[in-house]
């Protein structure tokens, strides 16, 4: 990852895990959901750890959360 995108992925992180929860959907039920584990969920959440997403796995997460993709990206 470009230092320069910390900030945004951090941001998409914090979206997933906010939208994640209005759905009450555990980290675990959405990791079942798009085919990844636990563990990735929770990096990808997680404020303090530098964790890529891929546009599949973004759009896979936005439609188990229901939300627009572009939501996750809008600042």
Same mark, same amino acid.
């Given at each position: 990852?470009?230092?320069?995108?910390? =900030? !945004?992925?951090? @941001? #998409? =992180? %914090? /979206? &997933? =895990?906010?939208? @994640? /929860? %209005? @759905?009450? !959907?555990?980290?675990?039920? $959405?990791? +079942?959901? &798009?085919?990844?584990?636990?563990?990735? &969920?929770?990096?990808?959440?997680?404020?303090?750890?530098? @964790? *890529?997403?891929? $546009?599949? *796995? $973004?759009?896979? &997460?936005?439609? #188990? $959360?229901? #939300?627009?993709?572009? /939501?996750? %990206?809008? +600042?």
């Amino acid at each position: 990852m470009k230092e320069e995108y910390y =900030g !945004l992925y951090r @941001r #998409v =992180g %914090l /979206k &997933i =895990g906010y939208y @994640r /929860k %209005l @759905r009450e !959907l555990t980290q675990d039920q $959405l990791a +079942e959901k &798009i085919g990844k584990s636990t563990a990735f &969920i929770g990096a990808v959440e997680a404020p303090n750890i530098n @964790r *890529t997403i891929s $546009l599949d *796995t $973004l759009f896979d &997460i936005a439609k #188990v $959360l229901d #939300v627009p993709p572009y /939501k996750f %990206l809008d +600042e």
